[in-house]
C-alpha cells in the first residue's frame, strides 16, 4: 500500500484558507502546491479511520524517509524533496509535519492549551515558515507566522470538534478548559452544544484572539507584496471565524464562510493592506 492509495480526495480548493491562490507570483506557486499535496497527503493517510495505525505509521515513515533522501517510495515526498533540491531549501519543515500526523496516529487526546500550541508547533507553524522560506523571507518573520498559524489550526479544531471525535475518535478541545466549565467529551455527541460546551469553545476562542493580535502587524513585516496581500487576507478571514465562535454553536451552525462572504472579506483585507503600503 501506497499513501496515495489513503488520498480523500480534498484539494486546495477545499480548505478554509487561501492555499498557493492567484495572489502569489508565478515562479512561488509551485513550490507552495509541492508542500501542501505532501501535507495533504500525509494528512489523508493519517485521518484514515479504516487503516490500522501500525500501517499508517509505515506509510508516513516511508514519507519520512523519502523526504529526508533515504529512499524514494513516495511520490508526493519525492517531488516535494525535488522542488527543495531546485531552490537549496531544507527539509525540516516538512519532516516537523509529519511529526504531528505521526502524533494523530498515536494519540487523540490533548490534555492542555500549551498542548495545543505544542502540537500547533509541528501542525502548522512549518507550513508558514516554508512558504516564507519560499519567498525569500526574513527568519525575523517566524514569531508572527507562528502565532498566525497556531490560530488557523485552533479555528479548524473548534469548526470540526464533533466531526473530528464521530469519525476519528479525536479531540483537540484541551480536557482541562473542558473540566473547568464542566463540560467532558461526550457533549460533542449531541446535535447542539450544552452551555458547558459553549463556554469552553467562546473561552478557546478568546485565546485564539490572542494568538491574532500576535500576527495582526504580520503582513506589514514581509518585503512581498502580493504575499503580503495574501497573509493580510488570511488574517482577517481567521479573524472573522473567530468572532463566529464565540457567538455561533459548531455543532448545529456554520461556521465557516460561504464563497461570497470570503471574497468580501478578502477584498477589504487586500484594499486594506495595499492602502497600508502606498
Not at 32 to 58: H, I, K, S
Not at 143 to 168: E, F, M, P, T, W
Not at 267 to 272: D, G, H, T, Y
Request: hydrophobic share 45%; aromatic share 4%; with cysteine.
Amino acid at each position: 500500500m501506497t499513501a496515495a492509495a489513503l488520498a480523500s480526495g480534498k484539494g486546495h480548493k477545499d480548505e478554509n484558507f487561501p492555499v498557493a491562490s492567484v495572489l502569489l507570483k508565478p515562479e512561488h506557486r509551485a513550490p507552495v502546491m509541492a508542500f501542501y499535496r505532501f501535507a495533504r497527503g500525509a494528512d489523508d493517510v493519517a485521518d484514515n479511520a479504516a487503516t490500522p495505525a501500525t500501517e499508517r505509521l509505515a506509510l508516513l515513515a516511508e514519507m519520512r524517509s523519502t523526504l529526508a533522501g533515504a529512499s524514494n517510495g513516495d511520490a508526493a515526498a519525492l517531488a516535494l524533496r525535488e522542488v527543495l533540491t531546485e531552490r537549496g531549501l531544507s527539509a525540516r519543515h516538512g519532516l516537523d509535519l509529519l511529526t504531528a500526523f505521526e502524533r494523530d496516529c498515536r494519540i487523540n487526546r490533548c490534555g492542555t492549551w500549551d498542548d495545543l500550541i505544542e502540537y500547533c508547533r509541528y501542525s502548522a507553524m512549518p507550513v508558514g515558515r516554508y512558504v516564507l522560506d519560499v519567498h525569500g523571507e526574513s527568519e525575523n518573520t517566524w514569531g508572527s507566522s507562528d502565532a498566525l498559524c497556531a490560530a488557523l489550526q485552533v479555528i479548524n479544531h473548534l469548526q470540526d470538534c464533533a466531526k473530528d471525535y464521530r469519525a476519528l475518535g479525536r479531540v483537540y478541545i484541551p480536557l482541562d478548559a473542558l473540566m473547568v466549565n464542566g463540560a467532558s467529551v461526550d457533549d460533542l455527541t449531541a446535535p447542539t452544544a450544552s452551555s458547558a460546551l459553549r463556554a469552553t469553545i467562546v473561552g478557546l476562542a478568546t485565546r485564539t484572539e490572542g494568538l491574532l493580535a500576535e500576527s495582526a502587524d504580520f503582513s506589514a513585516q514581509i518585503r512581498d507584496r502580493r504575499l503580503a496581500v495574501e497573509v493580510a487576507i488570511i488574517h482577517r478571514l481567521a479573524v472573522s471565524l473567530t468572532q463566529r465562535l464565540k457567538t455561533r454553536d459548531p455543532l448545529s451552525q456554520r461556521v465557516h464562510h460561504s464563497k461570497a462572504e470570503a471574497l468580501g472579506i478578502a477584498a477589504i483585507a487586500a484594499l486594506s493592506r495595499l492602502a497600508g503600503r502606498a
